[in-house]
């Protein structure tokens, strides 16, 4: 009998010791589990990131392109403006030209020193009193 129990209290030990394995592969299992989740949520939240850089750059070249589109529009209104603004400081000049020709040529009076001149004398002399 004393064998039996020798026996015994052998398979106890044994027992014992195998659930304590147990429990610590448990532990391990449990500790690689949340190890996964934890990654896992790491990679959702690297993923989320991700797309949002990804629709933020879509963003920028788009809003890049509207502004490079913006300046050649620009660019080209400002060479128009400056040929017509040319364009219209040549027809200003002659249309000056020819008032000033004109107008003294049909007085029969020549200007003294520019024209300038004429029509402040003119304009101080009494006889016209708007030029």
């Given amino acids: 009998m ?24 448990y ?11 934890s990654m896992s949520d790491k990679r959702a939240e690297i993923k989320q990131g ?17 502004i490079e589109e913006n300046s050649q529009s620009i660019q080209l209104e400002m060479e128009a403006s400056a040929s017509q603004e040319s364009a219209l400081e040549k027809s200003i000049n002659e249309k000056q030209e020819k008032a000033r020709n004109g107008y003294f040529q049909g007085t029969g009076k ?6 300038r001149y004429y ?3 003119r304009l101080y002399s009494g006889k016209s009193k708007t030029y």
């Fill in 50 to 66: 991700y797309e949002n850089l990804k629709r933020e750059n879509a963003e920028l070249e788009k809003q890049t392109k509207e």
């Fill in 110 to 115: 020549e200007s003294v020193g520019g024209s």
């Fill in 2 to 25: 004393e064998e039996y129990r020798n026996k015994r209290n052998h398979f106890r030990d044994e027992a014992g010791r195998i659930q304590e394995s147990l429990q610590e592969q």
């Fill in 27 to 37: 532990i391990q299992e449990n500790t690689v589990q949340m190890n996964l989740n």
């Fill in 119 to 121: 029509f402040q004398k």
